[in-house]
T-cell receptor, first 112, second 116 residues
């Protein structure tokens, strides 16, 4: 299994809602990532987890809350988002001793 | 700080022809890797080719090859025998070794149009 699976593929939420994005991989990778991508822009790094511990937070607002419950699963909890948070959210994983990142197909998020 | 610069927002190539996408970068690290990722309309990020900085030999993957000039900090992608399926956004990216995992730095991308 060489896939990174993200659910849901599409999400529409209001500014007062709470929702979660899920990312799963079964490749034994010990590093997992969240990226945010606006249309026609490159992905921007949000968070990095290594060995289930948060190692990089790129000054992301607290309305985004990551969680890594085990080595295969990465969640992104969303609360009180703004319309400008609408974007494609990409999850990726990699072995820590290998620089190759595997990306999921993303969750397209719309905040109304 | 690391930067990746793609100076061509858009490029066009005719089917079966060859096109070269440019990328320059800056890093103070000695141990790093360079990538080209392709993102078609499906928005799935697909790794096209990878280059280790310590290797002098240019990487090749079928119709895709790179021209890696380490001293000039240049990393261009050549696509030979272009196909309609090559149409996509292409991102150049840089990663350096870190104890906290590998954080990719992307360029702004080049949109490649392939015409019949």
């Amino acid at each position: 299994d060489t896939e990174v699976t993200q659910t849901p593929k599409h999400l529409v939420m209001g500014m007062t809602n709470k929702k979660s994005l899920k990312c799963e991989q079964h490749m034994g990778h010990r590093a997992m990532y969240w990226y945010k991508q606006k249309a026609k822009k490159p992905p921007e790094l949000m968070f990095v987890y290594s060995y289930e511990k948060l190692s990089i937070n790129e000054s992301v607002p607290s309305r985004f809350s990551p969680e890594c419950p085990n080595s295969s699963l990465l969640n992104l909890h969303l609360h009180a988002l703004q319309p400008e948070d609408s974007a494609l959210y990409l999850c990726a994983s990699s072995p820590l001793n290998n620089e190759k990142l595997f990306f999921g197909s993303g969750t397209q998020l719309s905040v109304l | 700080a690391q930067t990746v610069t793609q100076s061509q927002p858009e490029m066009s190539v005719q089917e079966a022809e060859t096109v070269t996408l440019s990328c320059t970068y800056d890093t103070s690290e000695s141990d790093y890797y360079l990538f080209w990722y392709k993102q078609p309309p499906s928005r799935q990020m697909i790794l096209v080719i990878r280059q280790e900085a310590y290797k002098q030999q240019n990487a090749t993957e079928n119709r895709f090859s790179v021209n890696f000039q380490k001293a000039a900090k240049s990393f261009s992608l050549k696509i030979s025998d272009s196909q309609l399926g090559d149409a996509a956004m292409y991102f150049c990216a840089l990663i350096s070794n870190s104890n906290s995992g590998y954080a990719l730095n992307f360029g702004k991308g080049t949109s490649l149009l392939v015409t019949p």
